[in-house]
């Protein structure tokens, strides 16, 4: 099953390019350079409300156990788990990058292949 078409605000491109650079021998940040490669990039005040930008709080669910989930997609410098600030840099957080409401992907986790539904997302403000 090929992966659903993503949106990435401009603004993140160019930031989340340079933190791949930077990010030498990480399987998640050749993931994320991936994703970048085949998303479509426009300028964030064009990306519609239901699309997990940088700095968007989220809810998601486990397709396969209907488990949801509430997070923040953040910069690396600025994750925190217990908080529910989750990096870009993590294999949950490059899945999420770029999804819109109702998008599903399935990506592999450090548990083995899930499937990530989005149900809602807030942008920061």
Do not use: F, K
């Amino acid at each position: 099953m090929s992966p659903p078409p993503i949106i990435v605000a401009t603004e993140d491109r160019d930031r989340l390019l340079d933190l791949v650079a930077r990010a030498r021998a990480n399987q998640v940040a050749e993931q994320l350079e991936a994703e970048l490669e085949r998303a479509q990039v426009i300028p964030l005040s064009q990306v519609p409300e239901d699309v997990v930008v940088m700095n968007s709080a989220l809810e998601y669910e486990v397709v396969a156990t209907h488990q949801r989930r509430r997070l923040s997609l953040v910069y690396p410098q600025d994750a925190e788990s217990n908080a529910g600030r989750v990096s870009v840099l993590a294999p949950l957080g490059c899945a999420l990058l770029g999804l819109r409401v109702g998008q599903e992907i399935d990506w592999q986790m450090p548990g083995g292949l899930r499937s990530l539904r989005v149900l809602s997302v807030e942008r920061a403000s």
